[in-house]
């Protein structure tokens, strides 16, 4: 690296899911190892900026090259600035990022997080763009340093890759067969984050309830879940994302006997039609989804279940549209995130012919949207009046002169706004409220002070002796 007066500064973009969200905590990682700071203000005055990107949602090809056009400006008022892609529209479209986009310096794939720092180095010092992809795992992830966003909150990668092929997804071509850290590496990860502050972990994988297939322990993901209530200190576990085909009944009885594991599930749906599950190859139908989240309820009562719909999918007709609706409706999801099908590349459904008119995926999107949107406001207003221990969030900070409320996440992870009363809690405390309000993404809780109690935690402190500071207060902050 240059020698200069002060570190060279870097930031990351990161656009998709909590893979990368965590993939970009362990480029921050390397990078500060690497003798980078995170640059203050705006990030496109980095000396590096990172582009982590998602082959997963729409249009992301077009995202990122109107991002890339937007920082070829920027690099040129900014003599010796670099551009690295990562992610996985990296390691699908590998040299065209650079065909497209030839200001860019360094393309780096999915198995390649850790020559990042290395990369950028050659190409600054051979004057030339570098592209590194491998084909296959060499590196765990999780065995690269990582720079968290949250002190309180931490996400340990389990496994990376899928063993499934759903049609409309581009992750098993991308990451790879499903590969599974041993549950010891595990453990002690979540161990060395509970020691550094961390007092929640949410377990990562695209599948994390195949866990163990690759070691060829069927009993894996469970074991883990229960080894992870032994652990001190750790007082929040959650897991992402879950299948329902291999969710299976150890999982359910793990989730509730062991107590620090939160009381909330995402379950991916796709859809509530049979015929369309099957044209997904997605191997549970409708009952048997349903028959989980039962199973759920029956041992954990306050589950929130929040879930993935996707609408539109080729072949989906108005009937198979109607089939979702009536899952939508038994389901009973605090929320649920829905996508509008469009044909990504590389993927078999992007083949299939009888692809949907975007105006009648619109229209059932529409509708769709509003009978969730219906649901989640029905669910989060059965909440008023209950008293609620909140994770007290990094970003949370007043939202204005009058008003001066923090926001935290509940056990079942909903999003909760409250007013703030003395003592003021840090970032990772715990508070203790009472919900006065629910709106459909949030709740409130105005609550009076006698309702409200602070429990100072590791984090709180951990937090404190982070020197930083509050943020300022976004409505949407923390939202997934
Ligand atoms: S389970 Fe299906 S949707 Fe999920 S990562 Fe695997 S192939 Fe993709």
């Not at 360094?106 to 390649?112: D, I, K, L, P, Q």
């Not at 590196?139 to 340093?145: G, H």
């Not at 195949?210 to 069927?218: H, I, L």
């Not at 759920?296 to 719909?309: H, K």
Request: net charge negative; with cysteine; charged share 25%.
């Amino acid at each position: 690296m240059a020698q200069g007066k002060s570190a060279p500064t870097y930031a990351i973009r990161t656009l998709g899911c909590q893979m990368n969200v965590h993939d970009s905590e362990r480029m921050a990682g390397l990078l500060e190892e690497a003798g980078y700071e995170r640059a203050p203000g705006d990030p496109d005055d980095a000396d590096v900026i990172v582009v982590n990107t998602c082959a997963v949602r729409e249009n992301a090809a077009t995202r990122l090259y109107g991002n890339l056009g937007l920082l070829a400006t920027a690099k040129a008022q900014h003599p010796g600035m670099q551009i690295a892609v990562g992610g996985c529209l990296a390691q699908k479209d590998r040299g065209e990022i650079l065909r497209r986009a030839p200001w860019v310096d360094v393309v780096f794939g999915t198995y390649n997080i850790g020559s990042l720092p290395a990369l950028l180095e050659r190409a600054r010092h051979n004057q030339e763009a570098q592209v590194e992809i491998e084909e296959a795992l060499v590196t765990f992830p999780s065995a690269l340093p990582a720079r968290r966003d949250s002190v309180a909150s931490a996400w340990v990668s389990i496994s990376v890759g899928c063993n499934n092929t759903c049609t409309f997804c581009i992750v098993p071509s991308l990451r790879g067969p499903e590969r599974d850290r041993r549950p010891g590496d595990v453990l002690a990860e979540v161990r060395a984050l509970v020691e550094s502050g961390a007092i929640e972990v949410t377990l990562l994988g695209q599948n994390v309830n195949t866990y163990g297939v690759a070691f060829g322990d069927k009993l894996a993901f469970p074991s883990l879940l229960r080894a992870c209530g032994g652990i001190e200190g750790l007082e929040r576990v959650r897991f992402t994302s879950p299948h329902p085909a291999a969710f299976t009944l150890d999982v359910v009885s793990a989730m509730a006997e062991t107590s620090n594991v939160m009381p909330s599930l995402h379950m991916p749906l796709q859809s509530g039609s049979d015929r369309i599950l099957k044209s997904m190859r997605r191997s549970y139908r409708a009952e048997r989804f349903l028959g989980i989240l039962d199973r759920v309820r029956g041992v954990i009562p306050d589950a929130a279940i929040t879930t993935d719909v996707i609408v539109g999918f080729p072949g989906e007709t108005e009937e198979d549209f109607q089939d979702t609706l009536r899952v939508i409706e038994r389901g009973r999801f605090v929320s649920a995130f829905t996508f509008q099908y469009s044909p990504r590349p590389g993927t078999p459904a992007a083949l299939l012919d009888d692809q949907v008119p975007r105006e009648v995926v619109q229209e059932r999107f529409e509708r769709l949207l509003e009978l969730q949107e219906a649901i989640s406001l029905e669910e989060n207003r059965a909440l008023v009046g209950r008293t609620l221990h909140l994770l007290v969030l990094d970003d949370a900070g007043r939202k204005d002169a009058e008003s001066d409320r923090m926001s935290g996440r509940a056990p079942d992870n909903r999003l909760v706004h409250f007013a703030v009363r003395e003592p003021r809690p840090r970032p990772g405390d715990i508070v203790t409220v009472e919900i006065t309000y629910g709106a459909p993404h949030h709740l409130l809780a105005d609550s009076p002070a006698e309702t409200y109690h602070v429990r100072r935690t590791h984090a709180g402190d951990a937090w404190e002796g982070s020197g930083k500071s509050v943020g300022r207060f976004s409505p949407r902050s923390g939202e997934a």
